[in-house]
């Protein structure tokens, strides 16, 4: 009963938004879904307009926009205390652009960027203190470029170079306080060149680049 209560009172809080549209959110738990499409139960029609979904307490969990069954537009998620934990814009069903999902306490937790559903862009993951854990970029869903991460105090801890989701280029290992593990060059996924591994300086096939 709360939470049809609970319901009842977000619809009325989403009426003037949607108004213009003739429709109140719908509980996406009264849908039927069939892969990444909601339909109706009684028809088996995509449904189209403003959705909400909650949690067993009552409190909001999804707030979003279906269009031909999938997630069209603004899309947001909250954790059962109340915090926001992810949000992005969907284009039929797949994340086009930023994507930020968050921990319990609110802080962010990762950022990605999307082009037709598919990772191609920055992406940033956190510690729970909001202190850059990992760093790197994507082009059409592999790894590009320096991937960087960080120990908590902040300093670098590991590179590794990546060209179309395969190392290519300097790798190193660091410590907290900045001493070198491990560093070195690697060729389309195989070391090359002089390395230093434990203090140890180690020789490998010549690169080619």
Not at 113 to 139: H, I, M, Q
Request: glycine share 12%; net charge negative.
């Amino acid at each position: 009963m709360a939470k049809r209560t609970y319901l009842l009172l977000l619809i009325t809080h989403f009426l003037p938004s949607v108004i213009l549209h003739g429709q109140a959110p719908t509980d996406l738990e009264s849908l039927v879904r069939i892969a990444d499409v909601f339909m109706d139960p009684t028809s088996m029609e995509p449904v189209d307009g403003p959705v909400v979904r909650l949690w067993e307490s009552g409190e909001l969990r999804v707030v979003a926009r279906l269009k031909d069954g999938r997630t069209d537009g603004p899309v947001k998620m909250y954790h059962d205390n109340g915090e926001l934990s992810y949000e992005a814009v969907h284009l039929l069903g797949k994340p086009e652009g930023i994507e930020k999902t968050y921990f319990l306490t609110g802080s962010l937790f990762e950022e990605r960027t999307y082009r037709a559903g598919v990772y191609d862009g920055p992406f940033r993951k956190y510690y729970g203190n909001n202190v850059l854990n990992y760093s790197g970029g994507y082009e059409e869903g592999l790894q590009d470029g320096p991937w960087l991460r960080y120990h908590e105090n902040g300093s670098l801890n590991v590179r590794v170079d990546f060209q179309r989701g395969i190392q290519h280029g300097m790798t190193e290992n660091l410590s907290a306080e900045g001493e070198v593990r491990s560093r070195g060059m690697m060729e389309e996924g195989a070391q090359c060149g002089k390395w230093i591994e434990e203090l140890i300086s180690v020789t490998y096939p010549d690169c080619k680049f």
